[in-house]
């Protein structure tokens, strides 16, 4: 009956758009987003979460598309475009995007219905497992839409990836990671997880809630994990509303006038990441909560939702200046304080760059001195490489030197 009741509500609900919050209906139902979790084993481990900014061969999309067909055009120009459609939707889709001079060579179709566009927040996060295999790691959506919930797998099944599913609730619009183990979230990291045994939403950061950080640890290889009150105090309380990892070492966060009802806790949560981060923290000013930082990394373009402000330009050069060797491009939509560009579009690993055996520094299909001499080099040269890091420890020392050897020996 409770499967029944559940599947007349999404009929109704699938025909309209879905807001990116919670409908009535849904916050009625709400008890059912925990009859969609999965569990499975964790990956091999050590495992290390990757990052928006890293590689990728493509970005996932859905059809009825969230985003402009400009926006899709710039990114088939270099990428993969994967669109999530229905089968009976696909040519529509096509049309749409033809029509619109998308380059169709690099457009592929992912099979399925969805419930809403907002593929940042159901859609997959990519791991990289111990043994140097890519794969997935879902969670459970924290909307009660089965379809979006499902997307994951989806993925995972087109593109030939490992899956794997871990037992709690989020969401990827609150949630980054700078690719080495350290991630940041709002409270709704916990507070929407009931083994948490939290309602606490003001506390900077908020006390750990071991149930989710050992899933972190376990399934994502997250060690630092910052869960901090949303400053903004909005409904969607999710990061990408105030903030944004922007490299390994660089962080933007919004800013906003004095007089704003939000700046103390704003600036609360400046100083805490400027004070247990080693993040060099720019600022991009937002004085009516325009989204700058709901912004999507695509290699090296950055896609930045502007609202045709006096202040567009100021944020741009923000951009410009964490990021100088990137293409800064503007985009106008649809975009809210709480839904932007970010929250509509999410980046695909470039799967191929982990097609490697681990201790094959220059991928001739052979493991020997040339590879020591290359280690060596990128040791000499304080630089890192996945490939080179054969305890993948994220760390490239002499320990991998002798890793490699003995590898060469016993071979």
Not at 5 to 16: P, T
Request: proline share 5%; glycine share 4%.
């Amino acid at each position: 009956m409770q499967k029944f009741i559940f599947i007349f509500i999404f009929s109704i609900l699938l025909a309209v758009e879905l807001p990116i919050g919670f409908t009535d209906e849904e916050w009625d139902n709400r008890y059912l987003i925990e009859t969609m979790g999965r569990q499975t084993d964790p990956p091999v481990s050590p495992i290390r979460n990757i990052a928006e900014y890293e590689p990728m061969q493509g970005a996932l999309i859905r059809y009825p598309f969230g985003i402009s067909t400009s926006i899709i055009k710039e990114i088939a120009e270099d990428l993969k475009v994967y669109c999530l459609v229905s089968s009976g939707l696909q040519n529509s889709a096509y049309n749409s995007m033809s029509n619109a001079d998308v380059n169709m060579d690099n457009v592929e179709f992912i099979l399925g219905n969805t419930d809403s566009y907002w593929t940042r927040d159901y859609g997959p996060w990519w791991i990289v497992d111990g043994n140097g295999d890519i794969g997935i790691v879902d969670f459970t959506y924290n909307r009660p839409r089965p379809n979006d919930n499902d997307a994951p797998l989806k993925v995972a099944n087109h593109l030939n990836v490992s899956y794997y599913s871990a037992d709690f609730v989020s969401t990827g619009g609150n949630y980054m990671t700078d690719g080495f183990g350290t991630s940041a979230a709002t409270q709704i990291a916990y507070t929407e997880n009931n083994e948490c045994n939290t309602n606490n939403d003001t506390s900077v950061p908020l006390p750990s809630c071991n149930y989710v950080d050992n899933i972190m640890e376990e399934y994502y290889g997250v060690d630092e994990y910052h869960v901090v009150a949303d400053p903004n105090n909005e409904y969607i309380d999710h990061i990408d509303c105030w903030a944004k990892f922007l490299s390994p070492t660089k962080m933007l966060i919004r800013s906003v006038p004095t007089s704003h009802s939000q700046y103390d806790q704003i600036e609360e949560i400046v100083d805490y990441f400027d004070n247990n981060t080693a993040f060099n923290i720019f600022r991009v000013y937002t004085p009516n909560d325009q989204p700058y930082t709901n912004s999507l990394i695509l290699n090296e373009k950055v896609f930045v939702p502007v609202m045709n402000s006096s202040w567009d330009d100021e944020a741009l050069d923000v951009y410009q200046d964490a990021l100088p060797d990137y293409d800064i491009i503007p985009f106008t939509g649809s975009w809210m304080s709480t839904d932007a560009l970010h929250c509509r579009i999410k980046g695909i690993p470039d799967i191929s760059m982990y097609e490697y055996s681990l201790g094959d520094i220059n991928q001739d299909s052979l493991i020997n001195i040339q590879d020591v001499i290359l280690v060596v080099n990128l040791l000499l040269n304080n630089e890192y490489s996945n490939i080179a890091d054969l305890n993948s420890d994220n760390i490239l020392n002499v320990l991998d030197v002798i890793l490699l050897v003995n590898l060469i020996i016993g071979s």
